[in-house]
């Protein structure tokens, strides 16, 4: 082979590489862009607790987000699970146990205690009368108004069976459904922001 | 034409403005134009947020004696 030959085959082998290297790192490139564009506009909150005013800033922040362009996915487990149901008798079919979950936890937004200074529900009733008052909205609009946003919500299968609460039990929402952990890190792991309130 | 509308959001507080503009926002046309009308102290700061955040033109904003206008003019993002 001479020398001139060597060189030719060397020259098309280092332009083929070059090429494929080119292609490949566009390609990643292109992935990576779409992770972060698709992650800067989403919102994850896990909402645990079923507070009355941890509630609020909850829905606060997920009809906010929405409002802003956000896709906003929502979590509910253990306490807040109970927080979803409505107002109203328990499903049949439970056991005593569940029964007394039932008891303890009530449904409808009105009934979840405050955090701080509930006094047997008179700082929630003064609470909802400065709402009122000042025209401050309500937790139901609230979620009324995340529902309408396309807020997506997903709801702890292991918290629901653990409380023995029904899925007739909950409010009525279009885009709800029943997931575990994985779904939910699988939706954080896609948001930029993650909230645990 | 451009289309030119008004949306009175006094007396509303957090989140509701935004949420009444997103609202109204998803009915027009773009290039259409809208002024809000708002008491809200903490939207003067918010409309501004949810423009860069939504992509909408913030044409003009007044803030004063407790009353903020807002000119928004629609402007559809791209995918």
Request: proline share 2%.
């Amino acid at each position: 082979m001479s020398h001139f030959q060597c060189e030719q085959i060397m020259t098309d082998l280092l332009a083929e590489t070059t090429v494929d290297r080119t292609a490949e790192l566009a390609r990643r490139v292109d992935a990576l862009e779409r992770r972060l564009t698709s992650k800067e506009n989403t919102l994850s909150l896990v909402v645990f607790s079923n507070e009355f005013d941890k509630l609020m800033a909850a829905f606060t922040i997920a009809t906010g987000a929405a409002a802003c362009g956000m896709k906003v996915s929502m979590f509910f487990t253990f306490w807040a699970t109970a927080a979803l149901k409505k107002q109203g008798r328990q499903a049949g079919g439970k056991s005593i146990v569940e029964r007394m979950f039932g008891w303890i936890l009530p449904g409808g937004f009105k009934k979840q205690k405050l955090s701080k200074l509930d006094m047997a529900g008179m700082g929630r009733w003064m609470m909802g009368r400065e709402m009122d008052r000042k025209n401050i909205a309500s937790l139901e609009e609230l979620v009324a108004s995340a529902d309408e946003l396309g807020v997506q919500i997903g709801v702890c299968e292991m918290a629901m069976s653990l409380m023995g609460i029904r899925p007739e039990e909950l409010i009525n929402y279009s885009d709800l459904d029943y997931c575990g952990v994985a779904t939910m890190l699988d939706r954080s792991s896609e948001s930029n922001t993650t909230l645990f309130i | 034409m451009t289309n030119v509308s008004e949306i009175d959001l006094t007396g509303m507080k957090c989140p509701m403005p935004i949420v009444h503009l997103t609202k109204l926002m998803k009915t027009l046309d773009d290039g259409d134009e809208v002024t809000a009308f708002a008491t809200d102290p903490a939207f003067c700061l918010d409309v501004e947020a949810w423009c860069k955040r939504t992509g909408h033109e913030l044409v003009e904003l007044v803030n004063s004696e407790n009353r903020v206008s807002a000119k928004i003019c629609k402007t559809e993002t791209q995918e």
